[in-house]
């Protein structure tokens, strides 16, 4: 069975720092292109960072220079380290797997920045 369980979200001051992490299981994660996207309510759900099974990266405008994702495939865990949040941040955070057609999401974290 398929899972993605993302955890790490909170509440931070806008500047701050967080680390959101998800943990995969069920599906063959090395070879998985992992991601990270996220949503805010009436809005779509829109792309963050990805990471490909052989490390490559790519980042949202918005976030490039702030944002780090990485993985550990001996662990099957994504990160995404996340500095200087601002509040328009503010969303949920849904970990993705992307394996040949098949795509996977895991149930998501919240993360508000506010002071």
């Known amino acids: 069975q398929v899972q993605l369980v993302e955890s790490g979200g909170g509440l931070v001051q806008p500047g701050g720092s967080l680390t959101l992490s998800c943990a995969a299981s069920?599906?063959?994660?090395?070879?998985?292109?992992m991601s990270w996207h996220r949503q805010t309510p009436g809005k779509e759900r829109e792309f963050v960072a990805v990471?490909?099974?052989?490390?490559?990266?790519n980042y949202a405008d918005s976030v490039k220079g702030r944002f780090s994702i990485s993985r550990d495939n001996a662990n099957k865990m994504v990160y995404l380290q996340m500095n200087s949040l601002k509040p328009e941040d503010t969303a949920v955070y849904y970990c993705?797997?992307?394996?040949?057609?098949?795509?996977?999401w895991g149930q998501g974290t919240q993360v508000i920045v506010s002071s």
């Open positions: 069920g599906f063959a994660f090395s070879t998985s292109h």
């Open positions: 993705k797997a992307l394996l040949g057609t098949n795509t996977y």
């Open positions: 990471i490909g099974n052989f490390g490559g990266t």
